[in-house]
């Protein structure tokens, strides 16, 4: 909101309050009250977005408040703050309380609203049991259904976030301790190795609630061997072969030499052909489509697979099936090249001819 937006609306509102007979005495109370309520009115910040009221969890501009508002009672869907910390209490000693049972029924239907509100009651400085809390969001998570066409409120995000931030809210030894005990869990391993690569990621951010003293190889570690373990398991024929791939670049990222050197093994002993596994790296674009996600070819990503594998390799052993690549229109954040095996391995080959057209890259080594 530009200022001059920002005096236009600020001049309507008090044009308002003017109109409405109130005892000057009492205006510059009402003015606070209709500011806290409706910050966006603007009488005295041109810029409200940045103005405290967005520290006040149960402003009217907080849909999980919003209701409360305009009704005597607590909607029958929402729960009760009151009730929600009683059910966070009694996680540790009344497991099967009614507020804990309530406290189920709003993860597993309103995951995101609970979340926010279990967010909102750790950051106004409740202690909470955090590995109760965990191995709770752990149990419910496999009846979580994700809704991709959402772009806010996901259910399955919502559970991601509030692993995310159980962890962070732990000390690094708990953190991994509680990791280790739920990792074999249906839907945990997951939840688990998503949390610990988000929590690095965020670390590494300029307004990180990690603190960039928090260790977090404990909990590196736990995830390193379970990846290991998961990799070393896997018995498709191709990485284009359901999930085969889907773990890797979090592997990369979390231990770089061993995942390379896991697939360069899986290569040099033809378990896997080299054509697929430069196939996988390419990347996928997905575009809504009424509840369900289309997916599509949308890059090449041939340095990735040059990373592991360098390009003279790369250019040498797959010299033929490169001559022969025909080119691929479209690629991009818009492509309408649907993903299949056959179009990821058709966009992988193009993408090699044209780095090799272009010289890319005779002077890299192998990682």
């Given at each position: 909101m530009t200022l001059g937006h920002h005096?236009?609306?600020?001049?309507?509102?008090?044009?308002?309050?003017?109109g409405a007979s109130i005892d000057p005495s009492d205006r510059q109370a009402v003015e606070a009250i209709l500011i806290d309520l409706f910050p966006a009115a603007g009488f005295q910040d041109p810029f409200p977005e940045h103005d405290t009221w967005r520290s006040s969890?149960?402003?009217?501009?907080?849909?999980d408040y919003f209701?409360?508002?305009?009704?005597?009672?607590?909607?029958?869907?929402?729960?009760?703050?009151?009730?929600?910390?009683?059910?966070?209490?009694?996680?540790v000693n009344n497991p099967d309380s009614e507020h804990c049972a309530r406290?189920?029924?709003?993860?597993?239907?309103?995951?995101?609203r609970a979340e926010r509100?279990?967010?909102?009651?750790?950051?106004?400085?409740?202690q909470l049991h955090e590995r109760e809390l965990l191995h709770l969001y752990i149990s419910i998570?496999?009846?979580?259904?994700?809704?991709?066409?959402?772009?806010?409120?996901?259910?399955?995000?919502?559970?991601?976030?509030?692993?995310?931030?159980?962890?962070?809210?732990?000390?690094?030894t708990d953190a991994a301790t509680s990791v280790s005990e739920v990792l074999e869990k249906p839907g945990a391993f997951d939840l688990m190795i998503t949390a610990t690569r988000q929590l690095l990621h965020d670390q590494l951010g300029r307004n990180s609630f990690v603190s960039p003293d928090y260790d977090l190889e404990p909990l590196s570690d736990i995830a390193r061997e379970a990846l290991t373990r998961w990799h070393e398991e896997l018995a498709g024929n191709t990485p284009l072969e359901g999930n085969n791939f889907r773990w890797f670049h979090t592997w990369c990222a979390l231990d770089l030499p061993t995942?390379?050197?896991?697939?360069?093994?899986?290569v040099d002993k033809r378990q896997w052909s080299l054509v697929d596994v430069v196939a996988a790296f390419t990347g996928v674009s997905l575009r809504p489509s009424g509840r369900s996600t289309q997916k599509f070819v949308s890059d090449a990503n041939t340095e990735n697979a040059a990373q592991v594998f360098t390009y003279k390799r790369l250019y040498a052993d797959l010299a033929d099936e490169i001559d022969q690549a025909e080119p691929v229109e479209g690629i991009g954040a818009f492509s309408e090249i649907?993903?299949?095996?056959?179009?990821?391995?058709?966009?992988?080959?193009?993408?090699?001819?044209?780095?090799?057209?272009?010289?890319?890259?005779?002077?890299?080594s192998a990682i």
């Open positions: 005096q236009e609306r600020s001049k309507f509102w008090k044009s308002l309050l003017d969890t149960r402003s009217i501009r907080n849909p209701d409360r508002y305009f009704q005597f009672g607590i909607p029958a869907e929402d729960f009760a703050d009151a009730q929600l910390r009683q059910a966070l209490r009694d996680l406290l189920r029924t709003l993860l597993t239907n309103d995951t995101a509100k279990i967010r909102a009651i750790r950051k106004s400085g409740d998570a496999p009846t979580v259904i994700p809704d991709r066409s959402a772009t806010i409120g996901d259910n399955r995000n919502a559970i991601e976030r509030a692993v995310v931030a159980c962890l962070a809210a732990m000390s690094p995942a390379c050197e896991w697939l360069r093994c899986k649907p993903d299949s095996p056959e179009n990821r391995r058709r966009v992988a080959l193009w993408g090699l001819r044209e780095s090799r057209d272009l010289g890319l890259s005779d002077d890299l």
